[in-house]
């Protein structure tokens, strides 16, 4: 059974920092894409930042120069570092790794989701 686990939410005041780690544990042969998506009250998902196992990287715009995603593939980890945070980014923040099985099939696994506030 795969699993994914969040941490490192909270709240913070506009300009301040946080950093949001996805740990993947189970039965994995790979994994593909991760990254990270966010859902605020009353607005519809959205795609934050993905990094496929290559290293190719993509963000929503509004978050471009302040976010950074990165991965550790030998702990099967990313992570999400949010600078200057603004109201704005107060959302539900859900970390998907797209998972390979021996058998060669590939799903997307969520995470149970991690709630960022920026308030003062």
């Known amino acids: 059974q795969v699993q994914l686990v969040e941490s490192g939410g909270g709240l913070v005041q506009p300009g301040g920092s946080l950093r949001l780690s996805c740990v993947v544990s189970?039965?994995?042969?790979?994994?593909?894409?991760m990254g990270w998506y966010r859902q605020a009250p009353g607005k519809e998902r959205e795609l934050v930042a993905g990094i496929t196992s290559g290293g190719n990287i993509n963000y929503v715009d509004s978050v471009k120069g302040r976010f950074t995603i990165s991965r550790d593939n030998a702990k099967n980890t990313v992570y999400l570092q949010m600078n200057s945070l603004k109201p704005e980014d107060t959302a539900v923040y859900y970390c998907?790794?797209?998972?390979?099985?021996?058998?060669?099939?590939?799903?997307?696994?969520w995470g149970q989701g991690t709630q960022v506030t920026v308030s003062s």
């Open positions: 998907y790794a797209d998972i390979i099985l021996r058998s060669g099939a590939e799903f997307r696994h």
């Open positions: 189970g039965s994995i042969f790979g994994i593909n894409a």
